[in-house]
DNA sequence: AAGACGAAAGTGGTTGA
DNA sequence: TCAACAACTTTCGTCTT
């Protein structure tokens, strides 16, 4: 089987295959470019009715995107009434009424916010996986009563900004806040708030997982790429890294690899890409200098220039 | 004229008493 | 709960290309 190269959307390289979801996204923009690869041939024959009747046992996918995971059940209405005698009829309705008032609460709820979440996701473009891991976190929160006294927009932009830095689909808070209308300290507040409730441990993200999504938007090459990673990973060697915003680290790292490649682009427009100020990048930058000699490859592509 | 650089003051969040 | 603190931003003036 052969993959596409490129994808169809933004035209990056940065195509990831995640075997585990059978899914290829597109690290640049998130888009699924091949999902669900799985085999839809039946592994069995079946020879009549009967058999192929006992052979099958699967349903609907589960998933956690709907409110109920797809598994709902619901006390039938009129048709199935007909069948039933008197005293069974008044079970019945006892029972419908039951369950009706058991949904309302949590279900209401989660119907909502998952409406909500599934329209900030495909504004984001996130890959379906990163949605289901929302949806499963979201749910989670809500079982354990979190959500109360907080907006339910705050909360499904908390757990999609956790479920982005889990699946290494980096977004930053600033791309959320715009997509769902939620301040970015509240987004902020409500996921730290989130995960550490639900005991959900995240490691701080990595700066070159942002490499990518920058690269693209500067239409810078892929040498440039590769290289900006590779001096991300001697900036953390000397520890440059730690403390530091993960975007900052980016764009001066992008800035630099760029300079030398002979790919120059402004700080303003790296700034503007990545979230940050010129002011960071020209910080970060300097760092980087002292502590990497960069000054000979910036040189050197200067040579090649003239 | 535009971009790069740096200083200084301000902002929001974390930490430790 | 408050103050100290680091990272980052804003603003502005100067230097370089």
Redesign the pocket.
């Known amino acids: 089987m052969t993959y596409v190269k490129k994808c169809p959307e933004c035209g990056g390289i940065n195509l990831f295959w995640n075997k585990e979801k059978g899914e290829v996204i597109c690290k640049d923009c998130g888009l699924v470019v091949e999902e669900k690869m799985v085999d839809f041939d039946q592994e069995w024959r079946e020879f009549d009715s009967d058999a192929a009747a006992r052979k099958r046992r699967t349903g609907a996918p589960m998933t956690y995107t709907q409110f109920d995971q797809g598994l709902g059940t619901d006390v039938g209405r009129k048709s199935d009434l007909y069948s039933l005698g008197g005293k069974n009829k008044n079970k019945f309705f006892r029972l419908r009424k039951w369950q009706q008032r058991i949904s309302t609460a949590i279900e209401r709820n989660l119907k909502l916010a998952l409406a909500e979440l599934k329209r900030v996701s495909s504004y984001l473009k996130l890959p379906s996986s990163v949605e289901e891991e929302a949806s499963r976190v979201y749910t989670l929160a809500v079982q354990k009563g979190l959500v109360r006294g907080r907006s339910m927009e705050s909360v499904v932009a908390g757990a999609l900004y956790a479920a982005c830095r889990r699946h290494d689909v980096p977004r930053t808070l600033d791309e959320l806040s715009e997509a769902s209308s939620i301040?970015?300290?509240?987004i902020?507040?409500t996921y730290?708030f989130i995960t550490r409730e639900l005991g959900i441990t995240i490691l701080p993200s990595n700066p070159s997982d942002y490499i990518a999504r920058f690269a693209s938007a500067l239409k810078l090459s892929a040498e440039t790429q590769s290289k900006s990673v590779e001096i991300i990973e001697q900036a953390q060697s000397v520890e440059l890294t730690?403390?530091?915003?993960?975007?900052?680290?980016a764009a001066a790292a992008l800035?630099v690899a760029a300079l030398i490649n002979g790919e120059?682009?402004?700080?303003?427009?790296v700034?503007d890409v990545a979230?940050?100020?010129?002011?960071?990048?020209?910080?970060?930058?300097?760092e980087l200098l002292e502590e990497l000699n960069l000054e000979k490859e910036i040189k050197k592509s200067k040579k090649k220039k003239l």
């Open positions: 301040e970015k300290k509240e902020g507040r730290r730690s403390g530091r915003g993960p975007t900052g680290i800035y120059k682009r402004t700080q303003r427009e700034a979230g940050v100020t010129e002011v960071t990048i020209r910080n970060r930058y300097k």
